[in-house]
């Protein structure tokens, strides 16, 4: 058994004080405040559990920072996609694995515990599947084993290239399954998960754009994981489906796939009101990714009226252009303010901390949508982060004010350590395997660009 000592920590049922938890077996056994510390050797701060970070796509830190620059057209989200097909071109099995090596201690180092890696790079580069047609799934699972956090692996389903089945373009290649190939895909990804703690396997049909009703239909009883899927991100989406088949992508999903708790909404940035009402009431997680559906030029989700119609929400890292736990959480928040021309808009009422009602219904979203328990709770995994003290953002408070100072007011990184499974994996910001993990992302990058 390990012990760890806190003097204050955030818990599944509120703050406490002077708090011992029992951890075995990578589970926390016992939970109990207002102890003396003098016989335990790990002593720590402040306790936050750790966030789950619910969709990325860990190929995509390859180019980070890479499509920065304008072209000769006027640049959307189309023309990166354009240039994020170039860049998979040549990501070989074990640059998968190294690109998302790096991703995963980077999350690690910023608080995310658990990754809902939305897997969609299949094929080699001529669009063959490997020999072990999830080889690049287990090259994902040996990332989230090397670095230690907890997956939620989701596979996706990509069978067109557009709405009503069109044929998938070359730049596509790489990412094409039919129902068939797709089982055997999930049958060996759920092989590769068998020996990593806390695995969980879920689906992902790509898109409406990806994927028909009929084929989302038929992947479902593959798992009884979560499902995930790509929606209404861009309003060339909304214009499309419309014209296709006389909805928007929501209606649609809504109306046409048997969307409850178990699914997760990517983005659904375009919505009406009445959708938006809808998608509350599903008992869906919004997923909402606000550092790249910023980078991206996509939009802003509908938070206050999705939320007040009890609507659940998380945060991923998506195209991982810059990972970072509590900046997601503030764009989250200065996003809404800018559109609306207000403060405090997802505390929702009077006398609630913003930072706290972010961080607590990202955690709650998150645990959801990824299907692993998150928060700090006997039975749960001893998935910590500690703060450090000596920020001064964060010394000298207490409560939610903590998050708040860590949300809004912390430039530089206030985490110090971050257990997973009790294991400390992070110590004074830094992941015990970042500077080999690093190096070998270098070369990958070096070689993939040369
Ligand atoms: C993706 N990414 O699958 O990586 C998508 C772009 C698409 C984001 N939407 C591709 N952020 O949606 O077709
Ligand atoms: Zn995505």
């Given amino acids: 058994m390990t012990r760890l000592w806190f003097e204050t920590a955030y818990l599944a049922d509120g703050w406490a004080r002077h708090v011992t938890l029992d951890v075995t077996d990578g589970r926390i056994t016992a939970i109990t405040p207002d102890t003396d510390s003098s016989d335990i050797a790990e002593r720590h701060a402040i306790a936050l559990p750790g966030l789950p970070n619910l969709h990325s796509h860990a190929f995509q830190r390859a180019f980070a920072g890479n499509t920065e620059v304008r072209g000769p057209s006027s640049d959307s989200f189309w023309t990166w996609r354009e240039a994020m097909y170039r860049a998979v071109d040549r990501i070989d099995p074990s640059d998968v694995e190294a690109i998302a090596a790096q991703v995963y201690v980077e999350m690690l180092e910023a608080g995310f515990t658990r990754v809902g890696e939305f897997h969609y790079l299949h094929h080699d ?7 072990d047609i999830g080889e690049l799934s287990h090259a994902i699972a040996a990332a989230a084993g090397e670095t230690g956090i907890a997956l939620t692996l989701l596979p996706v389903f990509y069978a067109h290239g557009g709405f009503g089945a069109q044929e998938p373009t070359h730049g596509q290649r790489r990412f094409i399954n039919d129902i068939n190939s797709f ?3 999930i049958e060996s990804a759920r092989q590769g998960l068998e020996s990593l703690p806390d695995a969980v396997l879920g689906i992902a049909p790509h898109s409406l754009r990806a994927a028909t009703v009929e084929e989302i239909a038929a992947i479902l009883p593959l798992t009884d994981g979560p499902i995930h899927i790509h929606v209404a991100e861009q309003t060339k989406e909304v214009d499309d489906c419309l014209s296709w088949s006389g909805r928007r992508p929501v209606e649609y999903l809504l109306d ?42 996509d939009g802003i989700f509908p938070a206050p009226d999705f939320v007040a119609a009890g609507g659940r929400y998380g945060v991923g890292s998506d195209s991982n252009v810059l990972i970072n ?3 997601e959480l503030r764009l989250l928040e200065y996003s809404q303010r ?12 009077e006398g609630r901390s913003t930072g706290e009602t972010l961080f607590g219904s990202a955690l709650k979203g998150g645990a959801q949508a990824l299907q692993g328990a998150a928060g700090l709770a006997v039975g749960a995994p001893a998935d910590i982060v500690s703060l450090d003290a000596g920020h001064p953002s964060i010394g000298g408070r207490s409560g939610a004010a903590i998050l708040d100072g860590f949300i809004f007011a912390a430039a530089r990184p206030a985490i110090d350590c971050v257990w997973r499974r009790g294991e400390k994996l992070v110590e004074g910001g830094h992941h015990h395997a970042r500077e080999s993990v690093a190096a070998r992302f270098r070369a990958t990058l070096a070689k993939i660009s040369a």
């Fill in 338 to 349: 800018l559109a609306h021309r207000a403060r405090n808009v997802l505390a929702m009422n």
């Fill in 125 to 131: 580069g001529d669009g063959r599947p490997y020999a």
């Fill in 256 to 297: 046409n796939a048997p969307v409850d708790a178990r699914w997760c909404l990517i983005h659904a940035t375009h919505m009406t009101a009445t959708e938006t009402l809808a998608m509350a009431r599903s008992g869906a997680v919004a997923g909402l990714c606000p550092i790249t559906e910023a980078n991206l030029g």
């Fill in 325 to 327: 736990a509590a900046e």
């Fill in 183 to 185: 089982g055997r895909l």
